[in-house]
């Protein structure tokens, strides 16, 4: 919602200021076609060149989360909450072969599969299932296993945020393609010096149209775009966090309530479920 607040308020608020004070809108709109296909095709072929199909693909897909925000929701913590407690307390008090049933075959299990939003998540489930796998060899260093995890959601990060780093990197060279289109459009009026001065005047503005879109698109679009997929992925790599921080408190020998009450701390507080809230979902789990 304040995403589109924010491209009407951008639109307004300059073309709005440019007409009150006295602009005319003649020239900017018919140099607008040509001087949007040299940078926004310049942009595009730039973005090719300098991304992975794997990437343009996931930009692509993830233009919606720039409205949509991030995935998870309230709920999605608290069954992230109350699946871990039950894996947990799964671990400690029936031990480790009644726990291999449900980590390598976690699409069969009935703990995973009360949680369908999670289970959805290959990286999730194979986070959680790996963790406790590792716990089952008998890696039971506490700070072993948070730094084997560490590298894991580093390294996922580092690949999920790729669309933002490219949309980045997109809104950095809008400008200088701006200058490009604007130095071809000076190079077409000098070719045409001996013209009026009025015909002279509409086609050096026509050439600083490039000038000013490429600069609009940059800082009004694409770059606040960047920052806002980046802030997406940001709370999104939370909920992974959350997966490490009850599994290592787990490791240190907490009880499977006191590891996601330390688990409920680490959750953002927009989505934080209160400690009532937990204590009713994790009696749910206690009694099904």
């Given at each position: 919602m304040?995403?589109?607040?924010?491209?009407?308020?951008?639109?307004?608020?300059?073309?709005?200021?440019?007409?009150?004070?006295?602009?005319?809108?003649?020239?900017?709109?018919?140099?607008?076609?040509?001087?949007?296909?040299?940078?926004?095709?310049?942009?595009?072929?730039?973005?090719?060149?300098?991304?992975?199909?794997?990437?343009?693909?996931?930009?692509?897909?993830?233009?919606?989360?720039?409205?949509?925000?991030?995935?998870?929701?309230?709920?999605?913590?608290?069954?992230l909450?109350?699946?871990?407690?039950?894996?947990?307390?799964?671990?400690?008090?029936?031990?480790?072969?009644?726990?291999?049933?449900?980590?390598?075959?976690?699409?069969e299990?009935?703990?995973?599969?009360?949680?369908?939003?999670?289970?959805?998540?290959?990286?999730?489930?194979?986070?959680?299932?790996?963790?406790?796998?590792?716990?089952?060899?008998n890696?039971?260093?506490?700070?072993?296993?948070?730094?084997?995890?560490?590298?894991?959601?580093?390294?996922?990060?580092?690949?999920?945020?790729?669309?933002?780093h490219?949309?980045?990197?997109?809104?950095?060279?809008?400008?200088?393609?701006?200058?490009?289109a604007?130095?071809?459009?000076?190079?077409?009026?000098?070719?045409?010096?001996?013209?009026?001065?009025?015909?002279?005047?509409?086609?050096?503005?026509?050439?600083?149209?490039?000038?000013?879109?490429?600069?609009?698109?940059?800082?009004?679009?694409?770059?606040?775009?960047?920052?806002?997929?980046?802030?997406?992925?940001?709370?999104?790599?939370?909920?992974?966090?959350?997966?490490?921080?009850?599994l290592?408190?787990?490791?240190?020998?907490?009880?499977?309530?006191?590891?996601?009450?330390?688990?409920?701390?680490?959750?953002?507080?927009?989505?934080?479920?209160?400690?009532?809230?937990?204590?009713?979902?994790?009696?749910?789990?206690?009694?099904?």
């Amino acid at each position: 919602m304040f995403q589109i607040i924010g491209i009407v308020c951008v639109f307004a608020m300059v073309f709005g200021g440019f007409m009150l004070a006295g602009g005319h809108f003649d020239v900017i709109l018919k140099a607008l076609p040509f001087e949007l296909m040299m940078i926004g095709g310049a942009a595009m072929g730039a973005f090719f060149i300098g991304n992975s199909g794997k990437t343009v693909g996931k930009t692509a897909g993830d233009l919606s989360k720039l409205f949509a925000g991030p995935k998870w929701k309230p709920q999605d913590y608290r069954d992230l909450l109350a699946l871990l407690f039950a894996l947990t307390k799964t671990m400690k008090t029936k031990g480790v072969i009644a726990l291999e049933a449900h980590i390598e075959k976690p699409h069969e299990s009935a703990l995973f599969s009360k949680y369908p939003r999670i289970i959805k998540d290959h990286f999730a489930v194979d986070f959680i299932c790996d963790t406790l796998r590792m716990m089952t060899m008998n890696l039971e260093d506490p700070h072993q296993v948070e730094d084997a995890m560490e590298k894991q959601l580093e390294k996922h990060h580092h690949e999920a945020s790729g669309p933002a780093h490219a949309l980045q990197n997109m809104a950095d060279a809008l400008p200088a393609l701006g200058i490009v289109a604007a130095v071809l459009g000076i190079i077409k009026t000098m070719g045409a010096i001996t013209q009026p001065p009025e015909y002279l005047g509409a086609m050096i503005g026509s050439a600083l149209v490039g000038t000013f879109l490429g600069v609009f698109l940059a800082y009004g679009f694409v770059g606040p775009f960047a920052t806002r997929m980046k802030e997406v992925y940001d709370e999104e790599a939370i909920f992974y966090k959350i997966i490490q921080s009850v599994l290592v408190a787990h490791l240190h020998g907490n009880a499977a309530q006191i590891s996601v009450e330390i688990g409920r701390g680490n959750v953002p507080s927009a989505m934080q479920p209160t400690f009532l809230e937990l204590e009713e979902a994790l009696a749910n789990v206690g009694s099904e």
